[in-house]
């Protein structure tokens, strides 16, 4: 969606503060509906009553929370009555590289990602930009959609945004008894579930990752599963939404990239950052029209520990875009096609 017309009445510098505020605003509604694209429209349809309700605005001061009532009326209004978002791994046991690959699922089904560039503030220091991160992690943004949706307003807000009890009782028109009473059931809700990747890993250094990064992306362009497998954890998880099958483990990865994943071999790469982590996508060449054309946005989690760089990949999470949305592609700012010349490596332009 277009960002507020140039034309819009409301004084610029107002209009200025709402901006500042569209990277938190954006991360928090990411958080609660689960979809990078959702995220936008609810921001977007945020800002736009903003806009036509300014002349309500009482004070100043008021705009942030004034802004998040809006937002969060807007995502509980998304959220009623519709089925959660999922990972793989919290649908089914693993399969194997010889199991059938399944039919896709509703793209609605499934926890989709984000670009880093659309909610984490450039401004914010590095303590607060790896808080950021690790919340944006698939597996917790996938345990929150366990929660009820008021129970995930308050632990968005109270745990991730650090608002306090009172900021949040009054944004819900509630007591700050009940808050903390909710902030409760929705830890509780996420001990009791116990999900198997929803704890934080040790992450790596950033230079770690970068290297990481470069080195799966070269060895993905060339094809090198030996070099792809020795840069993952011995418990990897890899798997493709909107496809229900998962495996676990190199020696499967590696049977399933040479089998069944082998239809993307010549693939070109551009680098990524997604929900916190290193990403690429990739384009699959298309003999008919002599383009390569979208085929995957994988976000790949390291964490630390691995051989050499100091750094692993736990996690490779292909999103499918043959049965995904074309929006997916285009919030990362990404070329709808590749040509020839360009790069079978390259790296996506700065948000």
Known sequence: ??????SATLAPPLED?????????????????????????????????AWKRA???????????????IATNVCLDQIAGRKRRAVPVQLGDPGTADSPLGEPRPESEWVLPIADGQV????????????????????????????PARQRVVLVLRE????????????????????????QRARATLDELALEDAAAPARPSAEDERR????????????????????????????????PLWVRGPDEVARFMLGPGGACRGSKVVGLAANGC?????????????????????????????????????????FLQPFLSPALFRSFGLPERLTAADPDVGVAPAP
């Open 212 to 243: 990481l990064l470069e080195q799966y992306l070269e060895a993905f362009a060339e094809y090198d599963i030996d070099r792809i497998v020795a840069l993952l954890r011995y418990d990897v998880v890899f798997d493709m939404p909107p496809l």
């Open 17 to 49: 503060d709402l901006e500042r505020l569209r990277p938190a605003l954006t991360g928090y509604c990411y958080r609660m509906l689960g979809s990078g694209a959702e995220a936008e429209d609810a921001v977007q349809e945020a800002m736009l009553r």
């Open 120 to 147: 984490i503030d450039p401004a914010a220091g590095p303590a607060e930009r790896a808080a950021e991160r690790e919340s944006l992690r698939l597996a917790f943004v996938a345990a929150l959609q366990h929660l």
């Open 55 to 69: 002349d309500s605005l009482q004070e100043r001061a008021a705009l942030k929370s004034w802004l998040f009532r």
């Open 160 to 183: 991730v945004l650090r608002w306090s009890a009172k900021e949040v009782a009054e944004l819900l028109d509630a007591s700050v008894a009940s808050v903390n009473s909710a902030l």
């Open 1 to 6: 969606m277009d960002r507020m017309p140039p």
């Open 278 to 318: 290193p990403a690429f996508a990739s384009y699959k060449p298309d003999p008919e029209s002599g383009y390569w054309l979208p085929w995957s946005l994988t976000v790949l989690e390291p964490v630390s520990g691995g051989e050499g760089d100091g750094a692993a990949v736990a996690g490779v999470r292909n």
